[in-house]
């Protein structure tokens, strides 16, 4: 099974500024990655597939990079709503299909 | 594109539940359809899928032998039958849609959840 670890847990940000999460995978996924953003009483939603792809109805604002192991999803510059936890999720290997633990994008 | 769930409840352990997903808004028989959970404060644990026509299935080690997925393109509708609970199971419950026809294994869209106490 292949475990993906989130870093931070928590990041502290204030809108207007550039957040970059991290995700990386205990084993190669190539690029078969994605990235949810799930606010407080809601469903995750689908914001980037295959590493970089952007999800219709994501904005410009975020990007997905990385391949293999190693993965960053950045938001360019945090608007009010980009405040949630995002999850990353590979489909290189299953089952399962798994993901992150998280992380907490909280307002600084 | 809709995807509603229903089914869920408090229950004992060992007991069983069936959760239901109707879907409306796209061609269901087109995509894979998945069971996603997420128990309270965790992240999301996918628990199952099944291709478009019901011949591929897999679950997560945890439920294997214990829940089964289905479904009934006539109706649209994807099923979750899910026996032995335990305690464990204890989660909101989505179901998901396949992002493209086909099978890409990523989320898109999800429904809005059922949530399954197992207490006793």
């Known amino acids: 099974e292949i475990v993906l670890t989130q870093s931070p847990a928590t990041l502290s940000l204030s809108p207007g500024e550039r957040a970059t999460l991290s995700c990386r995978a205990s084993q190669s996924v190539s690029s078969f990655l994605a990235w949810y953003q799930q606010k407080p009483g809601q469903a995750p939603r689908l914001l980037i597939y295959d590493a970089s792809s952007r999800a219709t109805g994501t904005p410009a604002r975020f990007s997905g990079s990385g391949s293999g192991t190693h993965f960053t999803l950045t938001i360019s510059s945090l608007e009010p709503e980009d405040f949630a936890v995002y999850y990353c999720?590979?489909?290189?290997?299953?089952?399962?299909?798994?993901f992150g633990q998280g992380t907490r994008l909280e307002v600084k | 594109v809709q995807l509603v769930e229903s089914g869920g409840g408090l229950v004992q352990p060992g007991r069983s539940l069936r959760l239901s997903c109707v879907a409306s808004g796209f061609n269901f028989d087109d995509y894979a359809m998945h069971w996603v959970r997420q128990a309270p404060g965790q992240g999301p644990e996918w628990v199952s899928g099944i291709n478009w026509n019901g011949v591929i299935i897999d679950y997560v080690d945890s439920v294997r032998g214990r829940f089964t997925i289905s479904r009934d393109n006539a109706k649209n509708s994807l099923y979750l039958q899910m026996d032995s609970l335990r305690v464990e199971d204890t989660a909101l419950y989505f179901c998901?849609?396949?992002?493209?026809?086909?099978?890409?294994?990523?989320?898109?869209?999800w429904g809005r959840g059922t949530l399954v106490i197992v207490s006793s």
């Open positions: 998901a849609r396949d992002r493209v026809p086909g099978n890409s294994n990523y989320f898109d869209p």
């Open positions: 999720q590979q489909r290189n290997n299953w089952p399962p299909l798994s």
